[in-house]
């Protein structure tokens, strides 16, 4: 085969491919992450590159490789490396984070840049760990973590006594835990009796009690002080974050969070499924991927923490979304996209570690947070427990955590209904012209001038703007409605006496940001067709909402908490987001921020059986509501699709 | 590393080892099975051979290869390749089987000499192999195999019945098991969603229930008629036979017997273990080296079955000793060697064919017959079984089991007592001069005439003799008895008019065959020495059986009926056996043989769920009986060592 070599700047990384490869590929072989929502598909136009020198050539016909084209640019997921050897060019704009442009700067190495990346990942993130590490993980529950450590003293064996080893052993464990099933494994059996005689028969026992249920995770001689530790691990679907916990104590010794490798196959979990699905060995691949996320992850928890070693992590709690829940154990995820959207799963086996090739003590135990259904996952049963939403007594609730989808739970002590709505991910960057995610340089509030229709806005981190992230999405809808720039219909009114406001590639289009200002080669705007997407996107969520309310016969008002769940929650305006109409107009004190909840969901059930018990409860007891069934969810969309909504007596406090 | 040949004669076979190595390990690589009871040590003086060319050096100054050098051999064991390349010859005595003497001859290739090899094994074999494809192997238990094909036909899944398909799958499961508690692995779950939907929700689940808990083998698509098999295993000491069962119809398809290729470690468990222990990777080889006999057998039987496939075996049993069931696992067997004689485990977990590396459906569940303490195994609880003399109202009666320890059990329905007593390997052959297995050209039966002291004797398949076997062993003794050529303590009368009464090299000496009528080099004789050998194992289990007797308060008339297992105790002449005082004197109605009981147990446990949880619960009763505690035993056993015994009313139909 021929090889040949690309070389990557501004970075200065040169990899050897083959011939036909695309660029995008190569890329990732460069371990440069390019931005591809489509996952590589050639229809989002996010990856482009400019190439410098050496021939290309284009993997088919296409009118936005075209349009790209004209620009000087390619697509590097539709650019094949042919016979010369490349030179090329990523634009800041088309790498998926600041580490990448660091790379590329030359002032760091990769090492480095990967810590510096997990640091910069979002200022949400970094504030949420650091507020993790001064509040107990336990929320209310009690410290009795999925494994824990047994000493015995059994009695030695001697001609009267000749019971055998393993019987000795599993008596007294019965006697210390209650549990009448007591597992243990072919390993742990096979040296077991030298290490019952290691140290005159004290041993230390990890085991793992659920249920009535107990796994010996190992058994260890003498009485030694081990440290005992577990890593819960929220998977999300572009980020993952990893807990450090001590079982013992009860608290979180440290954090770690990246983006999930996944997210070369597609920003959403439709185009990982297509993918691990479609594509030779697809499963394999996007399997492998999380896998080498998290283990990233616990390479990087314990650098931070060198005392800590592999071996002591016995340990581990996931939760995601039901299709990273399948992803991460290899599941085929085929089902999930298919109507009737049948997850293969919602409780998961609990597996060994070696088992998926994660890199903690190999016997370690690993529990999967449990799903209600396709778009209803174990992320969002996670959230549940957290707010305590299904506790005996509880008012009414409702959780929301928009992403991609818009999951919510509404419900009390008495039953819980969830819902799952497509908003597909514009709030996420995707499909808008200057989306983005939360990374360095996005932009995430948005102020226009009602007179002069000048805007101001502040970015994260304050870097120079590079795009617009959902947060400033939402800030801009709400100001380009107050300031009249578009009708209720997201309509532009291009006769308003600005030069931001002009006709576009696409039509009418404001710009945020003149060129001058950013980080890249052109104006930041918004377009009349972003605005669109946007009020699709949030008129999903309430017509999520008010369905799921119609279900159970209630109103708006009967809700007495709105529990505003996820990263990118944390960041919205409220005000903004019900001005819109993304969100219900119900008094602000009714509202509560509760950030990444799927992570702190995980924690609790890793440190507590309780939570972990009540989390499978609370799991088998919500009623999914599927929209696509029947009219209701759909009437409620169309409805939902003016700023605030058709029905203005929904918004009384929202002044147009 | 220096390279060398050696071609060992009359084979022919020609190996390539480095410098250094032994002789016997040579012959191992050559695949020729030389004997060595002592496993190599340098002891028994069984692995002799003749250097024909090249020079050899001696591993250790020993008197036993002093001794044998002198004669113008070598001990293999003892003998390290140097420089040169060698030609050894093997003499027939040192090979285990006639299968080696048949490819030495060069007559067979060594594929059909391995089939000949396994059919030449030994005649009670073969006969119990006939009749098992006749009896019923159920034994009175009804067929309710250990697992089993359910065909379901799940309702599909639609918008309105979204449950996920694990769900969908279990709940139909558990209707139609009645187990609650079902188990499936990550692996079946990964693909369920395929395997439900390839013939529209059509499926066959081959299910394991025991005790009110389901373990899911696999799950494949449509309700094909596959056939179902399993495979049950004796994993005896010396021998492994294997049994392939159709389960749905209750039947033996076929059978397969070889040597257990541990033999090359040492005749005897206790060989074994100290090999396991005290070797490098001691334990591995050894575990190693009874999974390839099983998976030699195992391809015998789908070679003899050419329309059944690997992949259909679901399941196996093994029943063995102690010893054999922790290495057949892998599990160390160093502490049941050691005062207090504790075995790691009794009870044994299910695994995976594949955890163990058996060529069967990598998913196979393999069951492992439980044992009772260090020296009383799965082999005796699954003859336990087989008697049914653990069964509500069955009278006193004994199960005895002779090999290299007489293992026996004592009891009724309402109460179970057992023990093992080391008779040491004396009537498998090994530490007496002429000793061997039951193997063809073995001398069975002996007769000698009381006027002339002539000797006449049949062998196994009436081959040349060239030793003696454990049943010629004990004719032997009670013809030497009963000719007056030996007193009651086994004390030869060297003055009787007869050159077959000798000096020999040990002490006097009885020549039972001349050199001419042999397939040897010399004389066959039953030296003083031996018969001292053969009283001390005889008289440990007639002590064995007072004790357990004397425990329980009963005396031996109360025994309603002795059992008299194992392939020794098939071919066991049982009037010679009560006249040397190995036996009871109790009415030869008394006594039946049982044959192999271990394997006939294990093929009841694989097909009836209701005998296995039989077996489970017998091995649970049984009370072992430590001889080495107290006095009782050692009494009885210095009582034991003279012919028939020294109380005399004891044996009152043995004529002196």
Redesign the interface.
């Known amino acids: 085969m021929n090889k040949r070599f690309v070389t990557f700047l501004p970075a200065g990384v040169k990899v050897e491919v083959v011939a036909g490869t695309d660029l995008l590929t190569a890329a990732g072989k460069a371990n440069i992450e390019m931005k591809a929502p489509c996952g590589g598909d050639g229809t989002c136009g996010k990856c482009t590159v400019h190439i410098k020198s050496g021939a290309v050539k284009a993997k088919r016909d296409s009118h936005l490789a075209a349009k790209i084209a004209e620009q000087g640019f390619n697509l590097a997921c539709q650019t094949l490396v042919q016979d010369e050897d490349l030179v090329v060019e990523i634009p800041k704009t088309s790498v998926m984070s600041k580490n990448q442009v660091l790379v590329a700067d030359n002032k760091l190495n990769s090492g480095i840049s990967e810590a510096l990346s997990n640091y910069l990942l979002h200022v949400w993130q970094l504030k949420e760990l650091l507020l993790e590490k001064q509040e107990s993980p336990l929320n209310g529950y009690p410290l009795n973590p999925l494994c824990r450590c047994i000493r015995l003293t059994l009695p030695a064996?001697?001609?009267?006594d000749?019971?055998?080893?393993?019987?000795r052993l599993t008596l007294a464990l019965k006697k210390e835990t209650k549990c009448t099933d007591i597992n243990?494994?072919?390993p742990i059996?096979?040296?077991?009796?030298?290490t019952l005689?290691a140290a005159q028969f004290k041993v230390t026992v990890l085991v793992s009690e659920v249920g009535g249920k107990a796994e010996i995770i190992a058994v260890e001689p003498g009485h030694s002080q081990q440290p005992l530790y577990g890593i819960a691990v929220d998977i999300g679907t572009t980020t993952v974050v990893a807990y450090l916990l001590d079982l013992e104590k009860g608290r979180v010794v440290e954090t770690a969070g990246t983006h999930n490798r996944q997210a070369r196959f597609g920003d959403d979990v439709i185009s990982r499924i297509v993918y691990a699905v479609d594509e030779p060995d697809g499963l394999k691949t996007v399997y492998q991927s999380i896998i080498d996320t998290i283990n990233t992850l616990i390479t990087d928890l314990l650098i931070k923490q060198k005392q800590i070693k592999e071996a002591d992590i016995r340990v581990m709690m996931a939760a995601g979304n039901t299709t990273m829940a399948h992803l991460f154990?290899?599941?085929?995820p085929?089902?999930i996209r298919l109507?009737?959207?049948?997850?293969?799963?919602?409780?998961?086996?609990v597996?060994k570690a070696q088992?998926l090739g994660l890199r903690v003590n190999p016997d370690a135990l690993v529990f999967s947070y449990p799903?209600v259904?396709?778009y209803v996952g174990g992320d969002i049963v996670s959230g549940t427990l957290f707010t305590g939403m299904g506790n005996e007594d509880a008012p009414i609730s409702l959780l929301i955590d928009i992403g991609t989808n818009g999951e919510m739970v509404l419900g009390s002590g008495d039953w819980l209904v969830t819902c799952s709505c497509s908003a597909g991910p514009a709030f996420e960057g995707s499909g808008i012209t200057f989306g983005m995610r939360a990374m360095y340089g996005a932009i995430e509030r948005v102020e226009i001038d009602s007179q002069t229709y000048e805007a101001s806005y502040s970015t994260i981190n304050n870097g120079k703007p590079i795009g617009i992230c959902g947060s400033g999405l939402i800030d801009c809808l709400a100001k380009l409605r107050r300031t009249g720039i578009i009708d209720r219909a997201g309509k532009f009114q291009t006769s308003l006496p600005t030069e931001r406001i002009r006709i576009g590639d696409t039509g009418p289009e404001y710009v945020l940001v003149w060129q001058e200002e950013t980080d890249i080669d052109r104006d930041i705007v918004i377009s009349e067709a972003d605005v669109k997407n946007l009020l699709r996107a949030k008129g999903a969520v309430f017509a999520g909402i008010r369905t799921l309310l119609n279900v159970v016969g209630f109103e708006l008002e009967s809700i007495e908490n709105i529990y505003v769940a996820g990263g990118f929650g944390n960041y919205l305006n409220i005000p903004d987001a019900i001005a819109i109409g993304l969100l219900p107009d119900i008094p602000i004190e009714k509202y509560k921020y509760v950030g990444n909840t799927s992570a702190k969901g995980a924690c609790m059930a890793l440190l507590s059986q309780e939570a972990w018990l009540e989390a499978n409860s609370l799991a088998g007891k919500m009623t999914?509501i599927?929209l696509?069934?029947g009219n209701l969810f759909m009437d409620e969309f169309v409805s939902s699709l003016f700023i605030p909504h058709t029905d203005l007596t929904l918004f009384p406090n929202i002044s147009l």
Chains 1, 2 share one sequence.
């Open positions: 064996a001697n001609l009267q000749n019971r055998d080893d393993l019987n243990i494994s072919l059996i096979r040296n077991l009796g030298e005689r154990l290899g599941i085929s085929k089902f109507e009737p959207y049948i997850p293969t799963a919602n409780f998961f086996p597996v088992a799903s259904a396709s999914y599927e696509s069934v």
